[in-house]
């Protein structure tokens, strides 16, 4: 054989200058540590970086896929003006300069915060700068501020926090290199998927066993040991019945639940009292923190009689109904539960969920055999909050995962606490081979941030005296007039969704545009896709976006938009802001905002420029501090009125919470010199030891702190100092929730303080259980079930989860467009070919589209991969690209409000307790599209041209090399 | 397996050349009274030019025909390569044949041999490099051989008695009637070859492809959505309708016909000969089932 | 005598395309590349990658396995595509066993994807040449690199590790390992090409639970009392 001529090995271009730079990926919401390889200034390889504690060297498809974007024809590069003379939505922009650019909006925006600040709305879709963003909304003056939780996951969010202070999302997850089983309820591939994948890698690896329960098998569901599909909507029944079956079986841990519950507190059962429902105080009883008093009462089962809770030598009564000495009738918190779950027994749940009653039995078994027979006993002596010390840490190896899947459908919010419950009851909160907080959380439950509390908190050119977004704990946090009307343009913290941490985004648009609550002036979109998937009832809210009062004027009279890249929603712009790539700008993952803390301590991290901002982009955060100091915002403004900060990352290095507090965007490196941890004065060269560590800071909690952080005594003084706490007091675990149980008084009228108005009352009353339960989602009440027999669902697929990227060119080549997935004998009995066109349709709208027959999944299900289909030409991609043409969106089925009730009144499409939209609730019908039919996806729209700015799109083929000169085939 | 079009000249044009060659050397060896030294120069710039043109072709299906002389180097292995040297031999062969006869220069048969030697070693080498190929079990068969080297040889007599209906009229006969014959003979072979294919079992499954027993396995996703090399290179890309019509219509054109015609017409017999053999060639090609075709099956 | 290879363990592919999207950034800018992509920005969008990740469901509902099935070169030990091609383009290297194309010599006429059973060769429609994976030779050598780092891109990107690599003569060797005490397979084996990737199945854990697990003696039952008015312990009836 003769050598090679080509030699293998050799680099291709050996005489190119290369060098290496680290930063924080931002593909998606798991912000894994890379290394960007450059050669002659461009991207050449963007690998994982080894050193980081998140992702340990590996990367995704996205992460891998970072120069496709990086060099995207859709990028826009210019500030762009909606052309004088045309309509908004017509896509005609002109060029302008930033300093033009910031005229218009100082002029804008400071006659707003001058007037009436509220009218101004700042909403900001896959943002990781919320500490900054918040603050910015904050500052202003305006209450309208959220990002996408609301439509993403808030159900997750507050149901496990408002039951155990803590939860999955960035906070906290599922202990996988000690669990022995491990249960996934619904999709859940979404936050922190990296680390997920390498852990259930290992965790299969080791022997692990892994149950997916799941309508669809698809997602890490395909590497399950066992598929359990279940209809859409009914995993809290199902959760339920495992609880009864474990209650019923002795198979929940006493220890735990007595000591670290409030399973043993006495819940006041005399009706006629105003405090029915709620915890029994002693008032002689220490408060322990004077805020959120702690002194509740136990009846110790050895001496018959209440006494203080953690009373020593103690041991509360679990079951029993007992009358206090001031002859108040009163039963332990898991009596309560046990008779909630009377009747939820494993029949029952089967007649809901359509998993079997054996299989439920089973599964409640091996979790509770194995949690009490598979103990985990560490060697590691900690001291709980009581002052008991103990010798071990055990655990109980049940691990459980969901997000998204039980998050948004608007019974959600229940049953995610009824997860939180089981998981409880099982013993495995922040244990070992359990589920595990990261920090900052534990929090107090809830957290200790409200929002303003009523209309009087929005005044003319002040900040608002407390972040927009917040925790409600009791009625009177709620942000309602005094009429209990909403103040927020999305009516969180209203009467209507009470507990809405994250706001309700869907909902925002069409609230503008009804001017109901009020109607507003400029609304400002970060990042966020409003006209395309990323709102509900797609095709209605593009009409509202360009629809004018009757003296010609449009309802939403000014859009902003700032995007790194063209979009539907850019379409719809008065003005864009042309973001940078992740690569081209300084971030930080604050512990102010949602840090990728490890379960043994705090990481926070940060991006650093890789490569030069193309054409005039400039980074939102840049364009917040400069308009932070034109509009003389006082904290981006000195004590002479002058701008603070000379840009972001001034801002990042000198912002303190408060003056002197020591606590700022980032928690490495602190103090002048560098040398201090958590807190500390700023540090000038802060930015240069982030980047000399690769970008991130990781904080190792010694392992008497690292487990049952909720009661532990060293970790919640360390957590009080390193500023992650207000308080040190313990974050007991509400099995019963008298959170929820005072919203209830307040709504039957038993409450003083905030009351409902009188048409809310029930809906509050209802919801509002203080004990978890099962309710049918609130579009099935309202659909006619045997018209639309179907559940439709959507994921996205793990190549573009939490990503723009039908732009780039090798993502777009794995999912060019989708299908609707129906269970093979469902779409034979409608008359559907595999890979035939058919409608599917809702009572809100309808879409043709391919089917593409799947014995993965349940029959009552269709589901189809999310935001694969676009509008023709967004994104920079022809009009005729795949995506548009086959290409669907199943947005346009699923509506932002219900249908109105009696008095007209349209509620959002939402969890009732929470806001959190649901999506997965919406109720469909299928049959084949009829010969002749055109065959292209349904709706149509017409075709974006690029703007100006834009590069031309390379046609014909593409090569990317980095550092040669040829690339791209024809223009 | 995709036809290229350029493949299917290359063979069917030199099979004819090859076939011609030998039909000329029979005519010097059995008649050499009956022709005149212009009938087998004429002949030979005939085989020239088609193998010329079929060379040329070849050069289509290349990506890189500037580098075309790299595909001798591995004739120890490679029946392309090998039929990479063969071609030119032979038509070096083909024309020393002919300029041995313009110039007198005598040793004609000796040269004649060689070319035919050549000729059947092409025919060898052409049927070998689909024969070789293991993976396609409709290829991988002696009849492979036999019937690139008889439809050749059938599709050069049936010229050969064309081109001496025009110059050398007592021969048109004899020729006609070998090339009756070897069609004849090509027809049951490559009608074997059909037969054959049609029972044929695939040796590979969806099963053995992913390595899982089960009976029901279907691919939902190839990987590639806007298709790729795989999913152009290794299907015709023609609905059944085509294939269904392809069949008869090469049995009709290339055995049929030219047995009803090439008698009396010979020069007709062989344009729908010619014709005939592209089709059989397209489907030849089209018939035969890649197995790495189990792994591109489906989309979403 | 060396053979490096991948293993691919099918019991933790969670589908997510890593392994496809980074050997393409690897290889793009590599020695390999630059890999061409045609129509990158319109309708059917399609180019040159070296690995792809495939999804098969196995099984009618609701016994249906999602089984996602990343493929690319196999380097077989009896290459059906090296001895077809006819400029010597296509070789595997003595050294370790990689099949590799001599960009430089191939002259693009396809005979060798013909011959692999695979279909794991891709024709780069622009530079019209025959490619494909090269198991990263140019970084696995690379002394440069930390030796940890020292592996084909698609394996250092995997995050749930469902890709090993290593010389399988070792009989020592992880992946050796691997197919031995795992159950690694090879694909096709009727085309006799000896596969040198090898693929590891699904494996099941179950959880066996006995009915007289079920009650223990120190079952809170004793210290709470029965709930639901049940009687200690519960009958074998009550349990199933």
Redesign the interface.
């Given at each position: 054989?003769?050598s090679?001529?080509?030699?293998?090995?050799?680099?291709?271009l050996p005489d190119a200058a290369t060098e290496t730079k680290t930063t924080t990926c931002y593909m998606c919401a798991c912000r894994c540590g890379i290394k960007v390889h450059l050669?002659d200034g461009e991207v050449?390889?963007?690998?994982?970086n080894?050193d980081h504690p998140l992702?340990k060297?590996?990367?995704?498809?996205?992460?891998?896929?970072g120069?496709m974007k990086q060099y995207s024809?859709a990028r826009l590069t210019k500030p762009l003006r909606r052309k004088a003379g045309t309509e908004r939505g017509e896509n005609q922009f002109e060029e302008i300069s930033w300093d033009e650019t910031f005229d218009i909006l100082e002029k804008r925006l400071s006659h707003l915060r001058a007037t009436d600040p509220k009218k101004f709305a700042l909403f900001t879709g896959r943002d990781q700068m919320q500490a900054l963003t918040g603050m910015f909304a904050r500052q202003f003056g305006t209450p309208n501020y959220a990002a996408h939780g609301g439509f993403c996951s808030v159900n997750m969010a507050a149901g496990m926090i408002y039951t155990i202070g803590g939860s999955f999302w960035e906070f906290g997850g599922p202990d996988l290199e000690r669990a022995k089983?491990f249960y996934m309820i619904g999709t859940a591939e979404d936050h922190h998927?990296?680390p997920l994948?390498?852990a259930?890698?290992?965790f299969?690896?080791n022997?692990?066993?892994?149950v997916a329960i799941n309508p669809v098998?698809?997602?890490?569901?395909?590497?399950a040991?066992?598929?359990i599909?279940i209809k859409p909507g009914t995993d809290g029944a199902l959760i339920l019945a495992i609880i009864?079956e474990i209650?019923?079986?002795?198979?929940?841990d006493?220890d735990f639940l007595a000591r670290y519950t409030n399973s043993g507190q006495l819940v006041n059962q005399d009706e006629s009292s105003k405090e029915f429902g709620m915890m029994m105080r002693n008032p002689e009883g220490d408060k322990i923190n004077p805020l959120r008093p702690h002194n509740f009462y136990w009846w110790d089962?050895h001496t018959n009689q209440a006494v203080d809770d953690h009373a020593k030598h103690a041991?509360p009564?679990?079951?029993?109904s007992f009358i206090m000495p001031d002859g108040t009738p009163v039963k332990p918190a898991f009596q309560l539960l046990?008779e909630r779950l009377?009747d939820c027994t494993p029949d029952w749940a089967a007649s809901i969920t359509g998993i079997d009653a054996?299989t439920i039995?089973?599964i409640a078994?091996?979790m509770g055999?194995?949690a009490?027979?598979q103990k985990i006993e560490l060697p590691i002596p900690w001291t709980d909050w009581w002052g008991e010390e103990h010798e071990t840490v055990t655990g109980n190896p049940v691990a459980f995962h969901a997000m998204r899947g039980l998050a948004a459908h608007s019974n959600g919010f229940q049953t995610i606490r009824s997860l939180a419950i089981l998981m409880s009851l099982l013993g495995t909160i922040d244990r070992p081979g359990g589920f595990r907080h990261k920090a900052p959380y534990p929090r107090a439950i809830p957290p200790n941030a409200r929002p303003p509390k009523g209309p009087e908190a929005v005044q003319p050119n002040t900040p608002l005296n407390g972040a927009p977004l917040g925790w409600p704990e009791s009625p009177d946090d709620l942000f309602v007039d005094a009429e209990g009307k909403p103040v927020r343009l999305d009516k969180a913290f209203s009467w209507e969704h009470p507990l809405s941490a994250h706001g309700l985004m869907h909902n925002a648009i069409t609230n503008a545009w009804r001017g109901d609550p009020y109607p507003i002036d400029t609304l400002l979109l970060f990042m966020a896709n409003m006209a395309w998937n990323s709102s509900m009832n797609t095709s209605e809210v593009r009409k509202m976006l360009v629809d004018k009062n009757p003296d010609g004027g449009y309802k939403i009279p000014f859009i902003v938009v700032c995007d790194a890249f063209q979009s539907e929603t850019t379409a719809f712009a008065d003005l864009i802001l042309p973001d940078t790539t992740y690569l081209e700008r300084h971030d930080c993952m604050s512990m102010l905002d949602r840090p990728i803390s490890e379960f043994d301590g705090p990481v926070d991290a940060v991006r650093i420029p890789v490569v030069a901002p193309k054409g005039d982009c400039k980074p939102f955060q840049e364009v917040l501090v400069e308009l932070g100091g034109r509009l003389k915002l006082p904290a981006f403004t000195n004590a002479e009125g002058g701008r603070k900060f000379k840009n972001y990352p001034d801002f990042v290095v000198n912002y303190e919470t408060a003056p002197g507090s020591g606590i700022g965007f980032l928690t490495g490196w602190r103090g002048k010199d560098g040398d201090k941890a958590m807190r500390g004065e700023p540090n000038p060269k802060q930015w240069e030891m982030y980047e000399k560590n690769g970008c991130f800071f990781q904080y190792h909690l010694p392992p008497s702190s690292q487990y049952m952080r909720n009661w532990n005594k060293e970790y919640m003084e360390w957590a009080q100092q390193a500023g992650m706490r207000r308080d040190n007091d313990p974050v007991i675990i509400h099995i019963y929730s008298e959170i929820l149980q005072g919203f209830r008084l307040a709504a039957e009228g038993k409450r003083a303080g905030k009351q409902p108005p009188d048409e809310l009352r029930e809906r509050v009353a209802t919801y509002f259980d203080p004990l978890p339960f099962w309710y049918a989602p609130l579009e099935d009440l309202e659909s006619d079930l045997q018209h639309y027999p179907l559940n439709a669902l959507t994921q996205r697929p793990?190549?573009m989860y939490h990503s723009w990227d039908s732009?780039n060119?090798?993502?777009?080549?794995?999912h060019?467009y989708n299908h609707l997935y129906v269970?093979?004998?469902t779409a034979a009995d409608a008359g559907i070919a595999d890979g035939g066109w058919m409608w599917v349709e809702s009572q809100w709208g309808k879409v043709r589209c391919l089917c593409r027959y799947?014995?993965?999944?349940?029959?009552g299900t269709v589901w189809t991969w999310n935001a694969i289909g676009k509008s023709s030409g967004a994104w920079?991609?022809?009009g005729?690209?795949?995506e548009s043409?086959q290409g669907f969106l199943l947005n346009h089925l699923i509506s932002e409000e219900l249908g109105a009730n009696a008095d007209g009144k349209r509620f959002s499409n939402s969890d009732p307790i929470t806001g959190q939209a649901a999506w997965y609730d919406v109720r469909v019908r299928i049959y084949p599209a009829t010969a002749g039919e055109a065959e292209e996806s349904s709706p149509q729209f017409e075709t974006l041209n690029p703007v100006p700015g834009m590069a031309s799109?390379?046609?014909?083929?593409?090569?990317?090399?980095?550092?040669?000169k040829k690339?791209g085939g024809a223009r | 397996?995709r036809p290229a079009f350029s493949v299917l000249l290359l063979t069917t044009l030199i099979g004819a050349a090859q076939g011609l060659f030998i039909a000329l050397f029979l005519c010097e060896l059995l008649a050499p009274n009956a022709i005149t030294p212009n009938f087998l120069i004429g002949g030979s710039v005939i085989v020239l030019l088609l193998s010329g043109l079929g060379l040329l072709a070849s050069f289509f299906?290349?990506?890189?025909?500037e580098?075309?002389w790299?595909?001798?180097?591995?004739w120890r292995?490679?029946?392309?390569?090998r039929e990479?040297i063969a071609l030119p031999a032979f038509m070096a062969a083909a024309f020393a044949y002919g300029v041995a006869h313009w110039m007198a220069l005598g040793h004609t048969l000796l040269i004649g041999v060689v070319g035919v030697v050549l000729s059947i070693t092409l025919f060898i080498c052409t049927g070998m490099?689909y024969a070789?190929?293991?993976?396609?079990k409709e290829w991988a068969h002696p009849l492979t051989l036999v019937n690139f080297s008889l439809l050749g040889s059938a599709s050069g007599m049936t010229l050969a008695a064309a081109y001496a209906s025009f110059v050398a009229p007592t021969l048109t006969a004899p020729l006609a009637q070998a090339a009756f014959v070897l069609t004849a003979l090509s027809l049951l072979t490559r009608g074997a070859a059909l037969v054959r294919n049609a029972q044929l079992s695939p040796?590979?499954t969806?099963q053995?492809?992913?390595?899982?027993r089960?009976p029901?396995?279907?691919?939902?996703?190839?990987?590639?959505m806007?298709?790729?090399?795989?999913t152009r290179?290794?299907f015709h890309g023609k609905s059944v309708g085509f294939v269904r019509v392809i069949i008869p219509a090469f049995l009709v054109l290339s055995f049929a016909l030219p047995l009803l015609l090439v008698l009396t017409l010979p020069l007709l017999a062989f344009i729908l000969q010619y014709a005939g053999l592209l089709a059989e060639r397209w489907y030849f090609f089209a018939e035969a089932k890649?197995?790495?075709?189990l792994?591109?099956q489906g989309n979403s | 005598m060396t053979q490096l290879a991948l293993v691919i363990?099918l019991?933790?592919?969670?589908?997510?395309?890593?392994c496809?999207?980074?050997c393409?950034?690897?290889n793009?800018?590599?020695?390999?590349?630059?890999?061409?992509?045609?129509?990158?920005?319109?309708?059917?969008?399609?180019?040159?990658?070296f690995n792809?990740?495939?999804?098969?469901?196995?099984?009618?509902?609701?016994k249906?396995?999602?089984?996602?099935?990343p493929?690319s070169c196999l380097h077989c030990e009896d290459p059906?595509c090296?001895?077809?091609?006819?400029?010597?383009?296509s070789?595997k290297r003595k050294s370790d066993g990689i099949v590799?194309v001599?960009?430089?010599?191939?002259?693009?006429?396809?005979?060798c994807?013909?011959?692999?059973?695979?279909?794991v060769?891709?024709?780069d429609?622009?530079?019209?040449?025959m490619t494909k994976c090269?198991l990263c030779?140019?970084r696995i050598?690379?002394m440069s690199l930390?030796e940890?780092?020292r592996k084909p891109?698609c394996v250092?990107?995997?995050?749930?590790?469902?890709r090993l690599f290593g010389d399988v003569h070792d009989p020592e060797s992880e992946v050796s390992v691997a197919i031995r005490e795992r159950g690694g397979?090879?694909?096709?084996?009727?085309?006799?090409t000896k596969p040198a990737n090898h693929?590891l199945?699904?494996?099941?854990?179950?959880?066996t639970?006995r009915d007289e697990?079920?009650?223990?003696s120190d079952?809170?039952?004793k210290?709470?009392?029965a709930?639901?008015d049940?009687n200690l312990p519960?009958t074998n009836e009550e349990?199933?």
């Open positions: 054989m003769s090679p001529i080509h030699d293998p090995i050799s680099s291709p050669r050449r390889y963007i690998e994982g080894p992702n060297g590996v990367i995704c498809a996205k992460g891998g896929s120069i024809p089983v998927s990296n994948k390498s259930i890698g290992d299969k690896r022997g692990g066993r892994f098998r698809s997602g890490y569901a395909a590497i040991d066992e598929w599909p009864r209650i019923a079986l002795g198979l929940y006493r089962r041991d009564a679990l079951f029993g046990k009377a054996a039995k089973r078994h091996e055999i194995t009490r027979d793990m190549a732009q060119a090798w993502l777009r080549q794995i060019t269970n093979t004998q799947s014995e993965a999944v349940e029959p920079n991609l022809k005729d690209a795949n043409k799109r390379n046609m014909g083929w593409q090569a990317w090399f980095a550092g040669s690339k | 397996m299906h290349l990506g890189h025909p580098r075309a790299r595909s001798m180097m591995m292995t490679s029946w392309l390569s990479v490099i070789a190929v293991k993976v396609l040796a590979s969806l053995t492809a992913i390595g899982i089960h029901h396995i279907v691919q939902k996703a190839q990987g590639a806007g298709g790729s090399y795989n290179e290794f890649h197995p790495q075709n792994y591109y | 363990d019991n933790v592919c969670v589908g997510c395309h890593a496809v999207t980074n393409k950034q690897w793009t800018s590599g020695a390999a590349g630059a890999l061409t992509d045609c129509n990158p920005y319109e309708a059917e969008p399609n180019g040159t990658f792809r990740v495939q999804t098969f469901e196995v099984g009618q509902y609701p249906t396995e999602t089984v996602h099935f493929k059906a090296v001895p077809v091609c006819p400029t010597g383009a070789y590799l001599d960009y430089d010599k191939c002259i693009g006429c396809k005979y994807s013909w011959a692999c059973p695979y279909g060769r891709e024709f429609e622009q530079r019209k040449v090269t030779v140019d050598y690379d930390p940890d780092r891109s250092l990107a995997c995050p749930p590790g469902a397979y090879t694909l096709m084996p009727e085309a006799n693929y199945p699904r494996r099941k854990t179950t959880v639970v697990e079920l009650y223990r079952n809170p039952h210290i709470d009392g709930p639901f049940r519960p349990l199933n």
